[in-house]
């Protein structure tokens, strides 16, 4: 087994509030990419995913500090800042971003975008980064000529497939994937799951998923660790996290879910995640957690082994199986 | 469109001066002695005895064929005259935008990329000094500073004899130089704080943080992702302003006695010389018009979004 590509461990992100109450978005979470993996952040929004992936990518901006640390192939680079970063962003780590129209400069064509940032020794000449530019399209199902296209020129499916050619185009080994189907009707989403997967399995590309809709995170993933207010509440292989999930969060996501054919009532998980610009006393999820204990409102749970590969962060995981 | 606009403004024109009280001759006729029989023969020289409709038809006409008219004050047509003083200001005043643009578009992206910093809040604060500055003040200012350096008044040296037309040039360029930097100076500013505001919007777009995530460097991000994006109301603005600076000039104009279309309206006003008034207000309907059109095709150029 070769070593992990992306090891994170123990990374805090903290945003500049108004009035000093700074924010604490990312609480201590660890996670590491393996050649291949098929990793998924899964949480309701403002659980803290993206911000996550933003930091490991060292693209929050001034606003935010950022601490613990992030190795790529064993090389640290979060202290380093911008300059530590830059030699391996798309190359290693790229990125397709939610919301494709916003993400592609609308003023450039979808060609010169890409080709970009091929690696510099395929672009000798601008043909012949176009036409590299033309064959990322096309391995994306996209024809050759849409790279002289400006992105208002292309459908919602076709922009998020061009932001996925362009991710590959600095040929990474992890490619993060940030709600990449939101905005896109379900039939687009399909295709996009599928074309991912299909990469995925063609490059030996490790695939991050960022989502909160567990029936993708499903198809596409192996791997999910499920996050709550900014923390990672439970880990483990995706199947296991559905079928018998040991964190209360992640059952209830799960019975939030519409899952066709099934013969279940739909619901939802009452409240909303708790403010993160005052310290947290106890669990985070325990407002909303249908069965507390005392003990909940006072230590806060850590992630510990409940099973083989699985963790999650419950005080009383040991009940509920 | 820009037909029509020039159209419906030769119109308003022409009305304009119809409506004011008095006409030409009344004004001319100001001479002792005047008798009301030489009046009539002065307004049915000049036409003035037939209907609106009929004086519009035929300024309709001449305008077509290029006759502006004959001023009062000088008796050379309005056209020659114009196109002298048109020729005097926009050299000047174009020199004076092109170093504003520059200047004003290099310091607005240097304050929104180092935003926040000490560097950014000296160019913000200078550029808003430089353009809460009256525009005659900054002229005498300057006069004041450096007058002793280059000229301080007219457009060329009367008493170079014969000069080459190379000699003209460096003379023309020398004693343009004051009013153009303060054309550039009252300029700067407005430029420098739109093309900040334009920047820090664009850098805040989600296609920037696509361009870090992709790993290029920050001169490069700003070449290729910001810079064409913000230019879209910069050049819009540029070309506005520049409209209306041509026809703002006077005060500029005055101080540093520069023959151009400023002073050219300022003494038409004074001696009452219709014909160079009305020809003046034409020449600088056109002027702002054009200068629209061309930001019209330089947003065209610009952002493939807009169709034409």
Partial sequence: ?321 | MALITIFCAVSLNFLLFRVVPGDAVSNLARVPNSTVAQQQALRHEFGLDRSIGAQYVAYLRELAHGNLGRSFANGQPVSKNLGEALGNTLPMVLLGTVVAIVAGIATGVLGAVRRGTRTDRALTVSSLAVYALPAQWVGLLLLFLLGGVFPSGGRVDEFLIEPSAWQHAVDVLWHMTLPSLVVGLTLFGQYALLTRTATLETLSEDYVLTARAKGLSTPRIVRRHVLRNAMLPISTMIALTLGSVVGGVVLIETVFSWPGIGRAVYSAVTSRDYPMLQGAFLVLTVVVVVCNYVSDLVCLRLDPRITA
């Fill in chain 1, 1 to 321: 087994m070769k070593g992990p590509v992306l090891e994170v461990r123990d990374l805090h992100v903290w945003f500049d509030g108004p009035g000093g109450r700074d924010v604490h978005a990312v609480r201590g979470v660890s996670f590491d990419v393996r050649p291949g993996d098929r990793l998924a952040l899964v949480g309701e929004s403002g659980c803290g995913k993206t911000t996550t992936v933003l930091a490991v990518l060292g693209l929050l901006g001034a606003a935010a500090s950022v601490s613990g640390s992030v190795r790529v192939d064993g090389q640290e680079v979060l202290p380093g800042g911008d300059a530590a970063m830059a030699p391996y962003r798309w190359g290693d780590l790229s990125i397709v971003f939610q919301g494709a129209l916003n993400a592609l400069n609308p003023v450039r064509t979808v060609g010169s975008q890409i080709a970009e940032v091929l690696p510099r020794d395929r672009r000798v000449s601008r043909r012949a980064a176009l036409r590299q530019a033309g064959e990322l399209l096309e391995r994306v199902g996209m024809a050759a000529r849409n790279v002289a296209r400006y992105p208002h020129e292309l459908s919602g499916g076709m922009r998020q497939r061009a932001c996925i050619a362009m991710a590959l185009a600095g040929e990474p080994r992890v490619l993060f994937a940030d709600e990449p189907t939101t905005a896109l009707d379900v039939v687009v989403q399909a295709q996009i799951l599928e074309l991912l997967d299909r990469l995925a399995d063609e490059l030996g590309l490790a695939v991050v998923l960022i989502s909160h809709d567990l029936g993708l995170v499903g198809q596409l993933c192996d791997r999910a660790m499920v996050m709550y207010a900014g923390r990672a509440v439970e880990e483990g292989p995706t199947v296991g996290l559905y079928t018998a999930p040991r964190h209360p969060y992640t059952r209830l996501l799960y019975e939030a879910t519409p899952v066709l054919g099934a013969e279940r009532p739909l619901r939802s998980i009452g409240g909303g995640p708790p403010a993160l610009d005052v310290p947290l006393a106890g669990c985070a999820f325990r407002s909303r957690c249908p069965d507390t204990e005392d003990r909940c409102s006072l230590t806060e749970p850590a992630l510990t082994p409940v099973a083989p590969a699985r963790r999650a962060a419950c005080h009383l995981t040991g009940r509920t199986p």
